[in-house]
């Protein structure tokens, strides 16, 4: 299941916008097209870490379901046509950012480690064989 947050609004209510007053007090019920596009990241992020997910990972899914929500309707705004001011460009790489870092904390995104096992030999093989090469010249002398 993918979170989606469909551009437009068939009900005729305002339209909630990053700067909404529903999103400054962090509440959203799950009728709203908002609020199931949370239940739907919330869900996918908890599928994510095995479904059971502790009490500090909970707080980081929250944070980042939010983070999206951010993001998704600015994207909106983009797609819509809008020009996007400075300080929404600034906003939008402080969410993608501040998504990414939530998403590590959460181990979905593993940058430590090499995409691509390095080819040649090992410093620590080098090493050996360096030793093991001036042993063999100190008793051949």
Same mark, same amino acid.
């Given at each position: 299941?993918?979170?989606?947050l469909?551009?437009?609004?068939?009900? !005729?209510?305002?339209? &909630?916008? &990053?700067?909404? +007053?529903?999103?400054?007090?962090?509440s959203?019920?799950? +009728? !709203?097209?908002?609020?199931?596009?949370?239940?739907?990241?919330?869900? %996918?992020?908890? %599928?994510?870490?095995?479904g059971?997910?502790?009490?500090?990972?909970?707080?980081?899914? %929250?944070?980042?379901?939010? &983070?999206?929500?951010? #993001?998704?309707?600015?994207?909106e705004?983009?797609?819509?046509?809008? &020009?996007l !001011?400075?300080?929404?460009q +600034?906003?939008?790489?402080?969410?993608?950012?501040?998504?990414?870092?939530? #998403?590590?904390?959460?181990?979905?995104?593993?940058?430590?480690?090499?995409?691509i096992?390095?080819?040649?030999?090992?410093?620590?093989? #080098?090493?050996?064989?360096? %030793?093991?090469?001036?042993?063999?010249?100190?008793?051949?002398?």
């Open positions: 299941m993918h979170a989606i469909m551009i437009g609004n068939a009900k !005729s209510h305002r339209k &909630v916008t &990053v700067h909404s +007053r529903l999103l400054r007090r962090g959203c019920d799950g +009728r !709203s097209r908002e609020g199931r596009f949370l239940a739907a990241v919330r869900a %996918e992020l908890r %599928e994510m870490v095995g059971d997910p502790t009490p500090a990972e909970r707080t980081v899914i %929250e944070r980042a379901c939010w &983070v999206r929500l951010h #993001l998704a309707l600015i994207d705004r983009v797609a819509g046509g809008a &020009v !001011s400075a300080h929404d +600034r906003s939008y790489t402080a969410y993608t950012s501040t998504l990414v870092t939530l #998403l590590r904390q959460l181990r979905l995104l593993q940058t430590d480690k090499p995409a096992e390095p080819e040649g030999p090992r410093l620590a093989e #080098l090493m050996a064989l360096g %030793e093991a090469e001036r042993r063999a010249r100190a008793t051949a002398a």
